[in-house]
């Protein structure tokens, strides 16, 4: 029984990266239109995409807007999970969902509301607009992932400390802060790929100025269909599994952490 399930595990893996896994061999052929197999085998897709100008330009508004997001959600979603977890106020279940909210919504509803209100704020096409938005749909990640954290940090701790005469926010600084950072450093990752990977939202509402990456391929793959597409796929896709890599090693390193400590008590 044990062999069937890790089988049908195996097969359901299989048919689900199959077709991600076709992009690499296609990313490595020369042919104007792509196939595979490939007719012939060049880093020409990759040459080309390092050399074209637009290309870059957008990979660069993608970077900025997700570095932007990354850091805006990860203070908005850290303190939003002080106040959830440790917090004491009437309503708190609600405010928790409010803030979980756009997670929930669905995004073509999200994306016109987004453009609806920059519409009147003459933000469309702009990249504070694309991080302002990245920003609230990475957030609830982070409320997620922080939130997860402190509830698993020794409230004792917190007390001795404060017994001890240090302050709220050297407690916060120097006790919590660095045996939550493995989960921080996860959030900042995961709301990373949240905006980097994101197109719906900038579809809406990039304009022609600030086109990121995903929309730029979007652009590219309905009106030309460029031959550089499976190289830049596989290029995103690496990028996506290392950073996914880390924070996994960061996972890692918060149970190690959290082992430890309950070893000393």
Known sequence: MRALAILYCMLVTAFLLAPVALLIPLSF??????????????????????????????????????????????????????????????????????????????????????????????????????????????????LIIVAAALRGVDFSLEQASLSLGASPARTVTRII??????SLISAALVAFIVSFDEIVVAIFISGTHAATLPKKMWDSLVFEMEPTLPAISTLILAVTLGIFLLAALARLARERLSASAAAER
């Open 29 to 142: 052929d020369n042919s104007i239109v792509p196939s595979f197999p490939p007719r012939s085998w060049s880093l020409g897709q990759y040459r080309a995409f390092l050399a074209s100008a637009p290309w870059l330009n957008a990979l660069g508004v993608s970077a900025r807007v997700a570095l932007g997001a990354m850091l805006a959600a990860l203070i908005l979603g850290t303190l939003a999970s002080f106040a959830i977890v440790r917090g004491r106020f009437s309503g708190k279940t609600g405010a928790g969902v409010i803030m979980l909210a756009p997670r929930f919504v669905p995004i073509i509803i999200t994306a016109l509301a987004f453009y609806a209100l920059f519409a009147k704020l003459h933000l469309v096409g702009t990249e504070t607009a694309l991080v302002i938005a990245h920003t609230v749909l990475a957030a609830p990640y982070v």
């Open 177 to 182: 802060m660095p045996l939550i950072r493995p």
